[in-house]
């Protein structure tokens, strides 16, 4: 099990006591902890408690079942400021309830978030094997099942989101947002509450990463596995609630049956977010009161608030205006032995909680979003009576089963209060049959029975990614083909070194395979299709190692290029080739300490890959002084160094040039043009493309950062797909 917190709470007490730690209590703790104890495993989290106020580990508490460990992720004060406080709770929390304006976009704590999710990744991977199940939770964590898969590619990994996914268009607000859709999709399955945010993910997966999806199903092909998307909505302990509530005198007042009677309860129990509409509920309470005055001295309306983030200052502020609105309204209205509202704010014991929810007649549960929320299951869970009527806003997902509350539209105070008119109204018959459908319900999907659903999802999700090994290359098939049906010809340009053949560690070893020779000499000859070579060697390098003919070439990263109907050097070549050349033979001095130079005419490359690995950085600072002081411009690659004249030019410019060149400027009404890369240097050609064209990296890009709309795992892949091409089926699809 991996979530943010531990099972429990740190508190700092003065010296020399320290931090003190108790058990969180709740329904999610109690259930997923004897699922833990039954299989045996590890809870992976933080302590609650800064790494700088003492070993929190050693003073955590024991675990209470046997088979069971807490593993603790140490944070320090600062990590807690950027990832909790900073990009959890002021990015991911508000951008998923839909408060856009609040969302801060700040890269020093996304860096701190990622830092951080790796780092549970990291201790998650020590404490499982590849047999074992890992349970990964909530917003916190969304780039941890990332980091894990990297970490141990094979283990088997479920991700549950406790909190709403948001529709694609407000999810790519954050820059990261694909960041964070690839984080969760590294999971076997990916677990939300209600179908309505299972098809958000969905949608994200296919719009902003261009993924395979299959609706009917709920899967997303990604990085060659297939990834379920599931609702599963969570409940609560309902036992528990139930073992409590039969310890309560109800305190039902039938307010419509008695129109004199004292007073109806209504009650609000919340944790203090700006999400939960608390504010609104207010001044909903303060209309009812305004437009029926008989109701005065009637009602009471009790808010329970437990205080949360108090490390992050918009909660602060919220506190502040929620007093100043309780004072005000209590101001306005209060009599002598009678106050509206009762404003309890701390955390109450279960037992006097569920106390409250026995007696009170009405359950205002109106937030403006929320994943799930339980107090409207709990709430529900306590009518033993089937009395007591539940007010429930349509933003929680929890609407989705309780379909028989009254269901509001929580910013809407004339209708809420109008909704509260009417529950205080409610004849019996109805109040008893809207609740008895509601306990029916909350009953048949207690907490326990989620967690054995979700295991089960898991472990079949778990199954059939071992079973089904997709091709990459035919899933990407299926996607471009569409694209490509509609222009009559397909221009596919194709990086040589890690695109057609794998990385060699010395250049001159990188050869081609026959196989992909003998692809690319039938897709010469395939209609409509124009092959492209784009390479950093030397142009007469790469046409001798391809020696395919009828095919364009373009080397040096595009300062030459050659095929048929083109012969293109780059004017500016002639004035640099000096320069070029002098540094060249400067840098023949680093041959000694094994690296090798290559000439290549229009530019100049120092290959380190066969020097000693304690050597390079050293080698490579060299060589870039060398280059720099005779004014050329500097590009690392993979294990080299290379020099090239300063002009603005390089593939992306050479991929445009031949385009236009040979089908015009208004090139992208009938060519549909394709780049495949694995290099930084082929980044340039996928942003010249980007939304004109089409790109696929090759393997991985460090940071995972890319221009590509897709991607492929190797240069065996990239042959799969070619021989699509050559084979022409692309133009099958046409219409
Ligand atoms: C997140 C999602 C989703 C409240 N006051 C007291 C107290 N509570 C307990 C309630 C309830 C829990 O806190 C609150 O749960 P919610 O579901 O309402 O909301 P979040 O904390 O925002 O939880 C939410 C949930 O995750 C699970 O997936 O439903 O949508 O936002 O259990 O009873 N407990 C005690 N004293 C209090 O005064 N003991």
């Known amino acids: 099990m991996v979530s943010n917190r531990l099972p429990f709470t740190a508190e700092r007490r003065p010296p020399p006591e320290g931090v003190r730690f108790r058990r969180s209590p709740g329904g999610l703790v109690a259930a997923l902890e004897p699922a833990l104890a039954q299989r045996g495993g590890v809870w992976v989290g933080w302590t609650g408690a800064a790494r700088e106020d003492g070993d929190a580990v050693a003073g955590a508490p024991p675990p209470p079942a046997e088979h069971v460990q807490y593993r603790a ?102 820059p990261w947002s694909r960041d964070l859709i690839q984080g969760m999709l590294a999971a076997d399955l990916v677990g939300v509450h209600i179908p309505s945010y299972a098809d958000h993910v969905l949608t994200c997966a296919e719009r902003l990463l261009g993924c395979e999806v299959d609706r009917a199903a709920g899967l997303v092909r990604f990085e060659g596995r297939e990834v379920s998307v599931e609702a599963h909505p969570i409940s609560i302990d309902v036992a528990e609630v139930e073992r409590l509530a039969e310890r309560v005198t109800p305190g039902a007042v039938d307010a419509a049956a008695a129109p004199d009677a004292p007073v109806a309860e209504i009650l609000g129990v919340d944790r203090l977010d700006y999400t939960k509409g608390i504010h609104e509920r207010l001044l909903a309470v303060e209309r009812l009161l305004e437009r029926h005055p008989g109701l005065r001295r009637r009602i009471t309306f009790t808010q329970v608030m437990v205080p949360s983030r108090e490390r992050v200052a918009e909660y602060g502020e919220l506190k502040r205006e929620i007093d100043e609105t309780v004072g005000r309204i209590n101001g306005r209205f209060s009599e002598r032995g009678w106050s509206p509202i009762r404003y309890l704010v701390r955390s109450l014991p279960p037992a006097e909680l569920v106390a409250l929810y026995r007696q009170a007649d009405v359950a205002l549960v109106t937030p403006l979003r929320d994943g799930m929320n339980l107090v409207a299951k709990e709430y529900v869970a306590a009518q033993l009576d089937d009395d007591g009527v539940l007010i429930l806003s349509e933003m929680a997902g929890a609407a989705d089963e309780l379909q028989e509350a009254l269901l509001v539209n929580p910013f809407d105070v004339d209708e809420v209060a109008d909704a509260l008119h009417r529950a205080l109204q409610m004849p019996r018959d109805e109040r008893r049959a809207r609740m008895s459908a509601l306990r029916h319900r909350v009953r048949a999907n207690d907490v326990r029975a989620w967690v054995d659903r979700f295991l089960d999802a898991s472990e079949r999700a778990g199954l059939r990614a071992r079973s089904t090994v997709a091709s990459p290359a035919d899933a990407l098939q299926r996607m471009l083909a569409p694209w490509l049906a509609r222009r009559a010809t397909v221009a596919l340009f194709l990086d040589y070194d890690g695109t057609l053949t794998p990385i060699a560690a010395r250049p001159e070893d990188a050869q081609l395979s026959d196989a992909a020779r003998q692809t690319l000499d039938q897709a010469a000859r395939t209609p409509n299709l124009d092959i492209v070579i784009v390479s950093g060697r030397a142009l007469a390098d790469v046409q001798q190692r391809v020696g395919v003919p009828g095919l364009t070439y373009v080397g040096n990263h595009g300062f030459e290029i050659e095929g048929p109907g083109i012969s293109f050097r780059h004017p500016e070549l002639e004035r640099w080739r000096a320069a070029l050349e002098a540094a060249a033979s400067e840098l023949e001095a680093l041959a000694a300490s094994g690296a090798t130079i290559e000439r290549k005419g229009a530019s100049v490359a120092v290959h380190v890959r066969t020097v000693p690995e304690g050597e390079r950085r050293r080698l490579e600072r060299q060589a870039e002084a060398v280059l720099r002081r005779r004014r050329l411009r500097v590009t690392p690659g993979k294990g080299l160094v290379e020099g090239r004249p300063p002009v603005p030019w390089d593939k992306g410019h050479a991929v445009l040039h031949v385009l236009v060149h040979r089908h015009g400027a208004d090139w992208p009404s009938r060519v549909s043009a394709v780049y495949i890369g694995d290099d930084r240097t082929d980044e340039d050609a996928f942003r010249s493309l980007e939304g004109i064209g089409r790109s696929i990296r090759v393997g991985p890009s460090p940071g995972g950062a890319s221009y590509a709309d897709y991607r492929l795992p190797d240069p065996e892949a990239v042959l799969v797909l070619l021989r699509w091409f050559a084979s022409g089926a692309f133009a099958g699809a046409k219409s």
């Open 73 to 174: 992720v140490p944070l320090t004060a600062h990590e807690i400021a950027l990832y909790y406080a900073g990009f959890a709770n002021r990015t991911i929390w508000p951008l998923f309830h839909y408060f856009v304006g609040q969302t801060q976009i700040d890269s020093a704590t996304w860096r701190a978030y990622e830092r951080v999710n790796e780092r549970f990744a990291q201790v998650a991977a020590e404490a499982s094997d590849d047999e074992a199940l890992v349970w990964v939770h909530d917003y916190q964590l969304l780039r941890v099942p990332h980091h894990l898969r990297r970490l141990a590619p094979r283990r088997r990994i479920a991700f549950f989101l406790h909190i709403p996914f948001p529709a694609a268009d407000v999810l790519r607000v954050l």
